[in-house]
């Protein structure tokens, strides 16, 4: 069973920046699409950005986007989501999740445990 597990989370304050990753147990990210996504408290679970395995990008959260940028590196076998400009509103657990697939398609079918991200003074 593939297992993906996310790291960086933590306090910050609005304005500050984070940068979460995306790693792999025991496989090879190199051949799939990985996405971020969000839920805030309260709030349905919500498409962040996806990356292929080609490193083409996909932006599916307006207030993200100019703010967040989400890369990969197949050599250190991990995804990043570098989030800038943060504000309260991104407060929430991110979780990556992989795509059986070269693209970002369809749902995905493995989801890490999430890293809490909140956004305060």
């Known amino acids: 069973q593939l297992k993906i597990v996310e790291s960086g989370g933590g306090l910050v304050q609005p304005g500050g920046s984070l940068r979460l990753s995306c790693a792999a147990v025991?496989?090879?990210?190199?051949?799939?699409?990985i996405g971020w996504f969000r839920q805030a408290p309260g709030k349905e679970r919500e498409g962040v950005q996806c990356?292929?395995?080609?490193?083409?990008?996909?932006n599916y959260a307006d207030s993200v986007k100019g703010r967040f940028t989400v890369s990969r590196d197949n050599a250190k076998n991990t995804v990043y989501l570098q989030m800038n400009s943060l504000k309260p509103e991104d407060t929430a657990v991110y979780y990556c999740?992989?795509?059986?697939?070269?693209?970002?398609?369809?749902?995905?079918?493995?989801w890490g445990p999430g890293t809490q991200i909140t956004v305060s003074s």
């Open positions: 025991r496989f090879s990210l190199e051949y799939y699409a």
């Open positions: 990356i292929s395995s080609e490193g083409e990008s996909t």
């Open positions: 999740a992989l795509y059986s697939d070269l693209e970002c398609w369809g749902t995905p079918s493995t």
